[in-house]
């Protein structure tokens, strides 16, 4: 026990460092993230300390040691196209293994666009996916800072062709993971089945396997990509006298008069 208990004392010992450095880089959404882990952890020190007759700490889900923003992102890589937070928090879970806390995307993209203001040395910020027609923020929708303006536009045709897109990614990249453990395996291929609910052409009783999923929704891709494209590609056009500010993080909507 006291191998344990000194093995907890350790942990506690690093995340109040890290605490104090991430407060001392204002990192606030950091510094929320690691006390959560210290009161964990000191909950499992009393709780081992008291004996059997303590109440353990119900097991919680894992967490990364990424912050949001760099959550949000590796998962939009693996996406490839605008994407809804709900949708993020899926793959994010189902391929990452960890969980990506609603509350933690709630204020992300405010603090993104004030981190982008104020920063001197750039960094691919997580930003929302514009209107075509307006350049307007599109509520609940994230994109990466890095990615083409025309990638980050969604025009009348976007939606279906932006979930084909992630389809055609989640399920080669699933493809490439065969090897995971049967519960994480497990994890992915439900995602892939419920991905596979709305993509036509998928149905007829056939094995929905991740290289069927990939082959169907590519094909549904080929058809629809040109026009949508066309008209994202039109529209940034268009967008090129807009400040870059405007560009990542939208037009504001008009004050009422």
Same mark, same amino acid.
Request: aromatic share 4%; with cysteine; hydrophobic share 45%.
């Given at each position: 026990? *006291?191998?344990?208990?000194?093995?907890?004392?350790?942990?506690?010992?690093?995340?109040? #460092?890290?605490?104090?450095?991430?407060?001392? /880089?204002?990192? /606030?959404?950091?510094?929320?993230?690691?006390?959560?882990?210290?009161?964990?952890?000191? %909950?499992?020190?009393?709780?081992?300390?008291?004996? &059997?007759?303590?109440?353990?700490?119900? @097991?919680?889900?894992?967490?990364?040691?990424?912050?949001?923003?760099?959550?949000?992102?590796? #998962?939009?890589?693996?996406?490839?196209? &605008?994407?809804?937070?709900?949708?993020?928090?899926?793959?994010?879970? %189902?391929?990452?293994? #960890?969980?990506?806390?609603?509350?933690?995307? %709630?204020?992300?993209?405010?603090?993104?666009?004030?981190?982008?203001?104020?920063?001197?040395? &750039?960094?691919?910020?997580?930003?929302?996916?514009?209107?075509?027609? #307006?350049?307007?923020?599109?509520?609940?929708?994230?994109?990466?800072? *890095?990615? @083409?303006?025309?990638?980050?536009?969604?025009?009348?045709?976007?939606?279906?062709?932006?979930?084909?897109?992630? /389809?055609?990614?989640?399920?080669?990249?699933?493809?490439?993971?065969?090897?995971?453990?049967?519960?994480?395996? *497990?994890?992915?291929?439900?995602?892939?089945?419920?991905?596979?609910?709305?993509? &036509?052409?998928?149905?007829?009783?056939?094995?929905?396997?991740?290289?069927?999923?990939?082959?169907?929704?590519?094909?549904?891709?080929?058809?629809?990509?040109?026009?949508?494209? *066309? %008209?994202?590609?039109?529209? /940034?056009?268009?967008?090129?006298?807009?400040?870059?500010?405007?560009?990542?993080?939208?037009? @504001?909507?008009?004050?009422?008069?």
């Amino acid at each position: 026990m *006291d191998e344990a208990l000194d093995a907890i004392e350790r942990e506690m010992d690093r995340l109040r #460092t890290e605490i104090r450095s991430a407060a001392e /880089a204002s990192d /606030a959404e950091r510094v929320a993230e690691l006390r959560s882990q210290l009161r964990a952890a000191q %909950a499992g020190w009393d709780a081992l300390l008291l004996g &059997p007759a303590a109440p353990l700490p119900a @097991p919680a889900a894992p967490r990364s040691m990424k912050s949001a923003r760099e959550q949000v992102l590796e #998962t939009l890589k693996l996406i490839g196209a &605008p994407a809804a937070q709900k949708t993020i928090r899926s793959v994010q879970a %189902a391929f990452f293994g #960890t969980t990506l806390p609603a509350v933690r995307l %709630a204020s992300l993209r405010r603090d993104e666009e004030r981190s982008f203001r104020s920063r001197s040395t &750039p960094r691919i910020h997580v930003c929302p996916a514009l209107g075509a027609d #307006t350049l307007r923020p599109i509520r609940s929708v994230l994109v990466a800072s *890095d990615w @083409p303006l025309a990638q980050r536009l969604v025009a009348s045709g976007s939606g279906q062709v932006n979930f084909l897109t992630m /389809a055609v990614n989640l399920a080669e990249a699933a493809e490439r993971t065969a090897g995971r453990a049967p519960g994480e395996a *497990d994890v992915i291929q439900q995602l892939l089945l419920d991905v596979a609910r709305s993509i &036509p052409g998928l149905g007829g009783g056939q094995p929905v396997s991740a290289a069927r999923i990939q082959a169907v929704a590519q094909h549904e891709l080929d058809r629809l990509l040109p026009a949508d494209q *066309d %008209a994202r590609d039109q529209a /940034a056009l268009r967008a090129a006298r807009f400040e870059a500010a405007e560009l990542l993080f939208g037009v @504001p909507e008009p004050e009422n008069i």
